[in-house]
T-cell receptor, first 109, second 114 residues
Framework: GQSLEQPSEVTAVEGAIVQINCTYQ??????LSWYQQHDGGAPTFLSY????GLEETGRFSSFLSRSDSYGYLLLQELQMKDSASYFC??????????FGSGTRLQVQP | NAGVTQTPKFQVLKTGQSMTLQCAQD?????MSWYRQDPGMGLRLIHY???????DQGEVPNGYNVSRSTTEDFPLRLLSAAPSQTSVYFC?????????????FGEGSRLTVL
């Protein structure tokens, strides 16, 4: 089966940098995605890595190491609005995404 | 820009009742899926479809049926509701033609089974 592990909660202060890690064990692997979800809202797409390395999109970056079955989401210049849950998700090639349990990020002033 | 539309947004059922959650997308996506989200458990895949007439089971399919008669619609049927099916349900779709495979989610349907 598939399993993804990420920390359940992370706290950081405004303006800081935070890294959310994700390790996975899957029977197939096509890529790692990250989604953001605010309380009461729907998940929204942040980034996708199919190959090793860093992808940057504004204040957010995502990294993948396929050999280590590991990725992370890096959030820079944290803002209060970044307080949300962040999910990593693996595309195992069945065309269906498997999600981790999520990391709740609290940004403090 | 409707995107993915789910109805109803809220529903309360009694144990044993049946109901259908509706999902429609206007992006011509081949892939559609249903997830349920429970506190602390992330999103778990119930059923998915890669095109009209094609459906497959996800991680937690028991107690749910789906069909895909058109590209646009992917309803989720609860056959005999149980309290364990109290959850938030999300429909999501995406294009299967390369790229990031970004999933587009509906706003969610909050179901309570008494």
């Amino acid at each position: 089966g598939q399993s993804l592990e990420q920390p359940s909660e992370v706290t950081a202060v405004e303006g800081a940098i935070v890294q959310i890690n994700c390790t996975y064990q899957t029977s197939g692997f096509y890529g790692l995605s990250w989604y953001q979800q605010h309380d009461g809202g729907a998940p929204t797409f942040l980034s996708y890595n199919a190959l090793d390395g860093l992808e940057e999109t504004g204040r957010f970056s995502s990294f993948l190491s396929r050999s280590d079955s590991y990725g992370y989401l890096l959030l820079q210049e944290l803002q209060m609005k970044d307080s949300a849950s962040y999910f990593c998700a693996v595309d195992t090639g069945r065309r269906a995404l498997t999600f981790g349990s999520g990391t709740r990020l609290q940004v403090q002033p | 820009n409707a995107g993915v539309t789910q109805t109803p947004k809220f529903q309360v059922l009694k144990t044993g009742q049946s109901m259908t959650l509706q999902c429609a997308q206007d992006m011509n996506h081949e892939y559609m899926s249903w997830y349920r989200q429970d506190p602390g458990m992330g999103l778990r895949l119930i059923h998915y479809s890669v095109g009209a007439g094609i459906t497959d089971q996800g991680e937690v399919p028991n107690g749910y049926n789906v069909s895909r008669s058109t590209t646009e619609d992917f309803p989720l049927r609860l056959l005999s509701a149980a309290p364990s099916q109290t959850s938030v349900y999300f429909c999501a779709s995406r294009s299967l033609e390369g790229g990031s495979g970004e999933l587009f989610f509906g706003e969610g349907s909050r179901l309570t089974v008494l």
